[in-house]
Each structure stands twice: as C-alpha cells, then as structure tokens.
C-alpha cells in the first residue's frame, strides 16, 4: 500500500512541476514543424511531414485542431504542395497566419495534452505492476 501511495505521490508532483514549466513559455523550435505535421496527419492523413518522428503524439497533441474553423490554405501553399523539407513553413503558415494563435493557449493546451498521455501511462504501469504482484 505504501508503494502504491508513493508512486502515485511521485507521478502526481512530476506532472505538477511539467505543468508549471511550460506555463507561460511560448512554442520551442520544433514544435514548429510538429503541429504541423501532427494537422498534417490527422486533417490530410498525410504522413510526409517530419517522417523521422513517430507520429502518435503529434497526432494526438494536434487533434483538437480540427474543431477549430482553421482555413485549410496551408495544404495550397508550396510548403506542401512543392518543398522536400516543408514542414517548419508549413507549421508556421499554419500557426501563425491563421490566427488562432491566441497568447499562449495553444502551447499550453497541446502540452497539457501529452503531460496527461504519460501521466495516463504511468498510471497504467502502476496498475499493471500491482496485477502482477498478485
């Protein structure tokens, strides 16, 4: 029991000191291309876009985008339609022409997303440690 209450004690202070390292932090570099590969994949289902990454995260980081009213003029520029490498143009265009790029509300929110999949993860490690204990 005690164990159990201490590991849930660690996953809950490391996504307390996550959350309050990215809280008012602006997008890091590559970032950039990431939500824009991420939109790439989940609105084109397209994966050509930073083909180096495993594109789960950047799905799932990016998802909510498509309930956002976004132009989808990023997909008609010549970052993806001609450039071998157009990922961070591509990210760009998408982040900030569009205007939803409001404060630092989407940096947070995507990142809060992927904090809470590994604090999800944790979770399911400390259950499937404690299932095989018994």
């Given at each position: 029991m005690?164990?159990?209450?201490?590991?849930t004690l660690i996953i809950t202070t490391a996504l307390a000191l996550a959350i309050s390292s990215f809280w008012n932090d602006s997008l890091i570099v590559d970032e950039i291309p990431h939500v824009g590969s991420g939109?790439?994949?989940?609105k084109a289902l397209d994966y050509r876009l930073n083909p180096e990454h495993p594109p789960l995260a950047k799905a799932l980081a990016t998802f909510p985008l498509l309930f956002l009213d976004l132009s989808q003029k990023a997909f008609e520029t010549k970052f993806w339609l001609q450039d071998i490498n157009g990922q961070w143009?591509?990210?760009?265009?998408?982040?900030?022409?569009?205007?939803f790029y409001v404060s630092?509300?989407?940096?947070?929110?995507?990142?809060?997303?992927l904090c809470g999949l590994a604090d999800l993860l944790c979770f399911y490690f400390k259950l499937s440690s404690r299932a095989s204990k018994s």
């Open positions: 005690k164990s159990g209450l201490l590991a939109y790439s994949y989940v143009d591509f990210g760009r265009f998408l982040i900030f022409q569009f205007k630092c509300s989407f940096d947070f929110h995507h990142r809060l997303r």
